[in-house]
Nanobody, 124 residues
Framework: QVQLVESGGGLVQAGGSLSLSCAAS????????MGWFRQAPGKEREFVAAITRSGGSASYADSVKGRFTISRDNAKNTGYLQMNSLKPEDTAVYYCAASWVMQTSSIPAEYAYWGQGTQVTVSS
């Protein structure tokens, strides 16, 4: 089991920045790829970004590429999502998740462990 707890969400104006954290406990965090997903009201959960176990490779949804950066610190058992140039359409609950899959994945079903989510609201 891996327990994941997100933090860092909040209210920000369009064009602003937020940094999300995902603290992991339980099994060894470095054994898992990590992903960030988001879900807006009335919409399906969608992929945001993912990073490999070592942090050496990352992938992003086209909608956030160039604005968001995923990273991790395995020594601290923590993952991060730096979000810049935020837009109102980025408003959602953001979830971090952990996966056994070898490559980074954008498929929610390939993630075995999920956090409870943190709300990000971007005002126009």
């Amino acid at each position: 089991q891996v327990q994941l707890v997100e933090s860092g969400g909040g209210l920000v104006q369009a064009g602003g920045s937020l940094s999300l954290s995902c603290a992991a406990s339980g099994r060894t965090f470095r054994n898992y790829n990590m992903g960030w997903f988001r879900q807006a009201p009335g919409k399906e959960r969608e992929f945001v970004a993912a990073i490999t176990r070592s942090g050496g490779s990352a992938s992003y949804a086209d909608s956030v590429k160039g604005r968001f950066t995923i990273s991790r610190d395995n020594a601290k058992n923590t993952g991060y999502l730096q979000m810049n140039s935020l837009k109102p359409e980025d408003t959602a609950v953001y979830y971090c998740a952990a996966s056994w899959v070898m490559q980074t994945s954008s498929i929610p079903a390939e993630y075995a462990y999920w956090g409870q989510g943190t709300q990000v609201t971007v005002s126009s």
